[in-house]
């Protein structure tokens, strides 16, 4: 068997959450750190699939949690996009980089943030040193994200309280020199606003 013929073998048992194939690949010397085209590693398409044990298995044979493919996902960063507690739980040990950009510029708690994933912020405000005031492309923090890009509702009350508890400053502004205040106002997100004025705000 070819090189190639291994590394597409062992990319399809990835994908197909087969650990005896991963395992037969790795005893017939692959890469483990192969790529298919769009540079997805086997343990970025395990992670996408969910194959938790294929992805604890990568971990321990070496695979490299920090490679990102060409839409920058990795398994610490598709944990924080895709509300992956499970996932994030096994990644979290390994000690993934947690200055991995999103391709929007964010780091992984920033779109968790916009997108109201409750548990994933708790668990990296808990457990990691992230920067909770990490500007991405566009000029948002991930407080302004969890204010602006969503509905102002319960899980996004709860967001914006545990990003203040743990640090994110209020009166960081956007681009266009808007406080999370302001923008909340604006929004009539009346919950957001006063606890963004009870931190100070």
Not at 25 to 51: F, M, P, W, Y
Not at 112 to 140: C, M, P, Q, Y
Not at 169 to 181: A, E, F, I, V
């Amino acid at each position: 068997m070819s090189a190639n013929e291994l590394v597409t073998e062992f990319l399809l048992a990835a994908e197909q959450g087969n650990l005896d194939a991963l395992k037969a690949c790795l005893e017939k010397g692959v890469d483990i750190n192969a790529t298919n085209r769009q540079k997805r590693t086997a343990i970025i398409t395990a992670s996408l699939k969910k194959h938790y044990p294929c992805v604890e298995f990568l971990i321990s044979a070496g695979a490299d949690i920090d490679k990102q493919d060409q839409t920058c996902f990795n398994p610490f960063l598709i944990s924080c996009l895709t509300n992956d507690l499970t996932l994030l739980r096994i990644i979290l040990p390994a000690n993934p980089d947690l200055d991995r950009l999103s391709r929007f510029g964010g780091v992984g708690i920033t779109p968790a943030s916009e997108k109201g994933h409750v548990e994933i912020v708790r668990e990296l405000l808990t457990r990691t040193d992230i920067n909770v005031n990490h500007t991405n492309f566009v000029g948002w923090t991930p407080l302004l994200e969890a204010i602006v890009l969503n509905d102002g509702g319960p899980k996004q009350q709860e967001i914006v309280k545990l990003l203040l508890d743990h640090g994110a400053n209020p009166h960081m502004t956007d681009k266009y020199g808007k406080t999370p205040l302001e923008l909340a106002r604006e929004k009539g997100y009346h919950a957001i606003a006063e606890l963004l004025l009870a931190a100070g705000a």
